[in-house]
C-alpha cells in the first residue's frame, strides 16, 4: 500500500458576527443572486477576545443559488485588528445549501507589517451561517494544524547552489 498524507486536522481560530443590512436580490442567467451588506461586526479569537472589527461600508456578502439549488456564497470584509491598527483583506467561497450552514474556503490577506501577516501564509476554512431573520451573519474560521518544520531536514533535502550568478551580458 502507497503511504498516503495524513488526515487534515483544523482548529478554532476566529469566530466573526456582523451585522447585515437589507437583501437585493435579482434573477440572473446563472440563478437567484443575492446581495447583502456587512455593516459592522467584530472578530474574536478562539479564547472570545475581540481581536479586530469589520471596517464598515467595505463588506458584503454575495451568493447564487443556481438552477439545482445549490447555494454559491462568496463574502468579501475588511479587518482593522485591534493590535495595531492594521488591515487585512478577507474573501470566502464555498458551496452549499441555502439557509443551511456551508462549509468555506478562506483566504485573509492582512498588511504586511501586520502582527497578523502570518495569516498570509495559512490555509483556512469556515462555516458560514445566518440568524433566521437575515440580520446577523455568522463566520467560525479554522486553520489547518500544520506540524512543524524540521529545518534540518528541508536543508538536507534542497541543494544549496554556490555557482556565482552571471548577468545577461556574461558578465558576473
Known sequence: MSPTAPT???ESLFSVAVAMGDKHALKGSFGMRANKPLL???VKDATGKVVGEIVPNTSASYGVVDAYGTYHPTVSMTIQWEADGTF???NLSGVGSFGTPTTVYIHIEADINS??????RKF???????APDGTMGFFDIFMLKEPPVDLEKVTKAVPVVTTPLVSVDGSS
Open 40 to 42: 459592522s461586526g467584530a
Open 115 to 120: 502582527s497578523y501577516s502570518w495569516l498570509n
Open 8 to 10: 487534515p486536522v483544523f
Open 88 to 90: 487585512a483583506y478577507l
Open 124 to 130: 483556512l476554512i469556515g462555516k458560514v451561517s445566518h
